[in-house]
T-cell receptor
């Protein structure tokens, strides 16, 4: 299916475990982003990528790792999950022109217990 | 620094008009976006302004004043399905966005 898909939709993990959230887009968009959304904070940028093999930190990158070996995939890894990383994670993609805006995936609700 | 302000909550009646304001102070400006987000769902694109003035799209309009660092989203003929959060986002450069905290709109019958 065309679009941007995230998996899993829901995830419960234990403190200290490594977990990877997947994001896949079919538009060949150059830009991809990872945001987390928490009550009282709105959407905060974790990492973004302007092209394959190019990634950069956002506002809240600590504790997260990303990679982008292929244009269509942008996985986000929590190396050692903490309870403060309980959140809803959104992946987004965008074309090169500013007025394209973002298209968001459906989100992953992650709970760290 | 970066600062985007929106009212936290608003309430309006079905059929009415509501204006949601957004003020911003950002380093760099490359356009302002409005997104709609229903509870438990992803944000969806509503509008984009890069020049001063009003952009109209059906029941929704968005206004921008760059000199004042101010935008508003105007929703006309409110419907129950318009109950959602509305996010203001500023593009600082290229695709580097900063999102406001969002305004939760409740539409009452």
């Amino acid at each position: 299916d065309a679009g941007i898909t995230q998996s899993p939709r829901y995830k419960i993990t234990e403190t200290g475990r490594q977990v990877t959230l997947m994001c896949h887009q079919t538009w060949s968009h150059s830009y991809m982003f990872w945001y987390r959304q928490d009550l009282g904070h709105g959407l905060r940028l974790i990492y973004y990528s302007a092209a394959a093999d190019i990634t950069d930190k956002g506002e809240v990158p600590d504790g997260y790792v990303v990679s982008r070996s292929k244009t269509e995939n942008f996985p986000l890894t929590l190396e050692s999950a903490t309870r403060s990383q309980t959140s809803v994670y959104f992946c987004a993609s965008s074309g090169d022109r500013a007025n394209y805006g973002y298209t968001f995936g459906s989100g992953t609700r992650l709970t760290v217990v | 620094g970066q600062n985007i302000d929106q009212p936290t909550e608003m309430t309006a009646t079905e059929g009415a008009i509501v204006q949601i304001n957004c003020t911003y102070q950002t380093s760099g400006f490359n356009g302002l976006f409005w997104y709609q987000q229903h509870a438990g769902e992803a944000p969806t694109f509503l509008s984009y302004n890069v020049l001063d003035g009003l952009e109209e799209k059906g029941r929704f309009s968005s206004f921008l004043s760059r000199s004042k660092g101010y935008s508003y989203l105007l929703l006309k003929e409110l419907q129950m399905k318009d109950s959602a959060s509305y996010l203001c986002a500023v593009s600082r450069s290229g695709q580097n966005f900063v999102f406001g905290p969002g305004t939760r709109l409740s539409v009452l019958p």
